[in-house]
């Protein structure tokens, strides 16, 4: 592995490092946050109440994203020389959700930060706030199919067997943290975790080996 290779790698596993630290920082400010009250008055009051919440968690959802560029492009080159379909399909479907969460980080950001002074009404309010949600739901769902065909693509590589089954159940949570009305905070919560902590092994993982070659 030449120099410019080691280089490479290693910004890719200090990338997959800082996007999980900094996906599960977004969701620590919106962990706190109680359900969206029914009338509009009450919704009105609940977003102002909870606005540095909701800006914080935007701020470090749109860094984590932009993070996840370099660290899936670097773990498709690792995947690329075992298994070059589960590379393409899982790294192909990050890179679907990468936009995705660039374009929910937009919308997010519609809540709390004003755009030429423009005031939304509650019921626009709302129906950013349900688009949001609906796409988190989505891109979840891709996530979670990503993770489960990215570990059986991690078997043959150096990332090694442990991180494989971490990303199996990784994967799982991924799909029921796409149904937070349905398994709850505490589930949602795991899976956030898992989720980091997937991205952070991987990343550690990447830069250990790189060393040592």
Known sequence: MNQ????????????????????????????????????????????????????????????ATISLVPAIFVLFKILNESDNIKAILGCGIFAVVIPV???????????????????????????????????????????????????FGIKNTSIGKPIMYLGFITGVFDFLNAYPWVFGSIIVFISELLFALWFVFIGVKIIIVNKAN
């Open 4 to 63: 410019k290779t080691k280089k490479l790698f290693r910004f890719g596993g200090i990338a997959f490092i800082i996007a999980g630290i900094l996906f599960f920082a977004r969701y620590l400010f919106v962990f706190s946050i109680p359900n969206m009250p029914a009338s509009d008055v009450d919704f009105l009051k609940w977003l102002d109440d909870w606005k540095f919440n909701i800006a914080m968690s935007n701020e470090f959802f749109f860094f």
């Open 101 to 151: 969460f660039a374009c929910l980080d937009i919308i997010q950001g519609r809540l709390v930060y004003p755009v030429y002074n423009i005031v939304l009404s509650a019921n626009i309010q709302k129906l950013v706030l349900s688009i949001y949600h609906g796409g988190m739901h989505a891109t979840f769902i891709m996530i979670g199919i990503a993770t489960i065909i990215l570990s």
